[in-house]
């Protein structure tokens, strides 16, 4: 399960949601900003498809957010999926140390 979440997730979800859908928008000639935003929207939805209006729950939705935005910034910047994929599997390895931890 660890490699799944930390290796294969994140380089499935970057070429999916930064790969497919950001360079589609991209190519439609939307606004960068817009862009990034829509398809941080579609990572959002893919990952809290259980809300539960908590405070949990709200907190993973902003957190997914910010990350999905930040991601989209390093795929327009540095016009590389490499740097998306990195720091999406650094994220991803961090919650899971986590989990061990606490």
Same mark, same amino acid.
């Given at each position: ?16 949601? &930064? ?79 986590? &989990?061990?931890?606490?």
């Amino acid at each position: 399960m660890i490699p799944g979440a930390v290796i294969l997730a994140p380089i499935a979800e970057e070429l999916l949601f &930064r790969g497919c859908i950001l360079n589609l928008l991209n190519k439609k000639k939307i606004n960068n900003h817009l862009a990034v935003l829509i398809q941080a929207c579609f990572f959002v939805l893919l990952h809290n498809f259980t809300y539960q209006n908590t405070m949990s729950s709200n907190i993973g939705i902003v957190q997914s957010l910010v990350d999905a935005i930040l991601f989209g910034y390093a795929r327009q910047y540095t016009k590389s999926l490499y740097t998306p994929i990195t720091m999406h599997m650094t994220g991803n390895a961090i919650a899971v140390i986590e &989990r061990f931890i606490f």
